[in-house]
């Protein structure tokens, strides 16, 4: 069984009324894989809410039925199939929720999800909640943004500086809940001893670096600590969205400034 030290924290942040985040995980002692999921929410009258939690829900629920069924036995083949179809469950039960009541109509959610088991994760994710591999002390993206401005830069209309203070840098392309079916970006890496995933929604990454979250990871004792650093900074630099934060080690963290 893969030793795993981790933390889920979610902040309303210091200048929304509510939180339309929501996270949540799949994790059992006696299983060989564990999951992690977060969504960041939109839409008026609460809908945002509505679709981040339904979104989380159905996914824990969707793990929970893989593992029973596969009795833990599964490849990575069935591991992304996996990925893929929690994901699109959600989007219907998204979907179905907002057809029941109209004042929830256009509501929809960004995901993003890691299932770990032995010394491989897959990531997987819609919309610009983003996930990060921490190893031998650097940091990597490990998704891309589906946004408008990522399309920009992508396509050499304008740098990664300006994305950072575009206009539009808020609008997504791709989300849960928002047509009858969604397509999910998957991706298994390998992971060692000592490696880390983040998963933050833009709330964390819309005031902070790749690199000054690297330098928070290096400072930080544990995962509960790390993710309580990560929200303290992004507060104390406006705090303008609500802020979650994922932060998964595999096995322990090695020594740092922290400790």
């Not at 924290?9 to 339309?20: F, T, Y």
């Not at 490696?195 to 290096?218: K, P, Q």
């Not at 303290?232 to 322990?252: L, M, P, Q």
């Amino acid at each position: 069984m893969t030793k795993l030290d981790f933390a889920l924290k979610s902040d309303i942040g210091r200048m929304r009324k509510l939180n339309e985040d929501y996270c949540g995980c799949y994790f059992k002692e006696d299983r060989n894989l564990s999951l992690f999921v977060l969504a960041d929410g939109m839409g008026g009258h609460n809908a945002g809410e509505v679709a981040s939690k339904v979104t989380v829900e159905s996914i824990l629920s969707t793990v929970s039925e893989f593992m029973d069924k596969t009795g833990g036995d599964f490849s990575e083949d069935q591991i992304k199939e996996f990925s893929s179809e929690a994901i699109e469950n959600a989007n219907y039960n998204v979907v179905s929720v907002a057809r029941r009541n109209s004042s929830m109509n256009g509501m929809g959610t960004t995901v993003v999800m890691a299932a770990l088991w032995d010394g491989k994760a897959c990531i997987s994710h819609v919309g610009d909640s983003r996930a990060y591999l921490i190893s031998d002390e650097k940091v990597r993206q490990l998704t891309i943004d589906h946004s408008y401005v990522e399309e920009l830069v992508r396509n050499g209309s304008i740098t990664r500086e300006e994305a950072k203070t575009h206009p539009k840098r808020n609008v997504i392309t791709r989300a849960v809940g928002v047509e009858d079916s969604v397509e999910t970006d998957v991706e298994i890496i390998d992971i060692k001893n000592g490696d880390a995933i983040i998963l933050c929604s833009d709330g964390l990454t819309n005031l902070i670096e790749e690199n000054e979250i690297l330098s928070i990871f290096l400072e930080g004792k544990n995962a509960e600590d790390i993710c309580g650093r990560l929200l303290k900074e992004a507060n104390g630099r406006g705090g303008y969205d609500n802020i979650t934060v994922i932060v998964i080690i595999k096995g322990s963290k090695k020594t740092g400034a922290g400790e």
